[in-house]
């Protein structure tokens, strides 16, 4: 009704001034006009939805007697990500930094350590890898931060009104809880999540890709996908998770048959290609938790979905998106 009465003020109650406006102003006016009918349209269509703010903590469980619980079989894993598929937009998706590169270059090993300088010629695939992280790091280093892509509309997030954006930690209200996590010797807080969506139907839901934990080659301990959707009946909200933690160790098997799915190349993001293995020997698979369950919930509740080898806490709550700033129009100078 607020934007009803946003067009009911300027369509109807205009003042009669207006009609005696020069020709130049009279146009102005009827753009804005245009644009805040708009403007209008668009938050009505928002409000219409139903916007929720969803929080998400997802740790593993370090208890090898519980994690020994079941028997986890290799030809139970059926693991693969849904088409389509999206993940949360980040700050570093938009710009990569010179303290970005440099952090995660930090954790280079001695061996693939080299100069910008060298000459890649006799340099293996690996080697000449960690040359070209070198020299993109010199260069962001040399011209200061970069756009994260150079191709395409440049963009920053509104961070009130645009959806699966990750919020600030200040937003969250699981502080004590992570901490929690973060200190305890059982649990190891893999993956935090806060962002704002419209939730869809069943059949129009779109999975949310995750992953967390240390990072071995290209895969990561923690990875898969989570769905927020409504149920049927549109009264409950519904969280169907499809994760994997990965037991990686470097006495495993390096020829083990566990099956791990590449990671979507549309899913990556610049700062992946960047980022070094955070374990130098290699490493083979012990074995692969897989969590496959949906739970229903109710708004503002906070809701726990155990497994043996990991947890997830959630809380989800309505959200309201305020409405946009409307642009001021002076008709008494434009006169």
Not at 147 to 154: C, I, K, L
Not at 226 to 236: G, Y
């Amino acid at each position: 009704m607020q934007h009803l009465s946003i067009k009911s003020s300027l369509i109807l109650f205009a003042p009669a001034s207006i009609l005696a406006l020069p020709r130049a102003s009279l146009l102005s006016y009827l753009l804005l006009l245009a644009l805040l009918l708009s403007i209008s349209d668009s938050a009505q269509a928002q409000t219409a939805q139903r916007w929720y703010q969803i929080e998400v903590s997802i740790f593993s469980n370090e208890s090898f007697t519980d994690r020994d619980e079941e028997f986890w079989q290799l030809e139970r894993n059926k693991l693969s990500y849904p088409d389509p598929l999206r993940r949360l937009n980040q700050l570093s998706d938009l710009l990569i930094t010179d303290q970005m590169i440099a952090d995660t270059l930090a954790e280079s090993t001695e061996r693939d350590s080299l100069s910008v300088e060298e000459s890649p010629i006799g340099l293996d695939a690996e080697a000449l890898t960690a040359m070209q992280r070198a020299e993109r790091l010199a260069e962001i280093l040399a011209t200061g931060p970069q756009p994260a892509r150079a191709e395409g509309e440049f963009k920053l997030f509104d961070f009130l009104r645009d959806p699966y954006v990750q919020l600030s930690p200040q937003d969250s209200d699981f502080q004590q809880t992570n901490r929690a996590l973060e200190r305890s010797a059982e649990h190891r807080l893999l993956f935090h999540g806060l962002w704002r969506e419209s939730l869809a139907d069943p059949g129009g839901a779109i999975p949310l890709y995750v992953q967390g934990g240390l990072r071995y080659d290209d895969q990561h301990e923690l990875q898969g996908t989570i769905t927020l959707r409504f149920n049927e009946n549109r009264d409950r909200i519904v969280i169907d998770s499809n994760l994997w933690l990965t037991e990686f160790s470097a006495s495993a098997d390096l020829d083990s048959d566990w099956p791990l799915p590449a990671i979507p190349e549309a899913i990556k993001t610049d700062l992946d290609s960047l980022t070094r293995d955070e374990q130098s020997l290699p490493v083979g698979i012990n074995r692969v938790f897989h969590m496959q369950q949906s739970r229903e919930m109710r708004s503002t509740e906070f809701h726990y979905i155990d497994h043996p080898a990991m947890g997830i806490v959630i809380l989800v709550v309505p959200y309201d998106i305020p409405p946009l700033p409307l642009p001021e129009f002076d008709f008494e100078e434009a006169n």
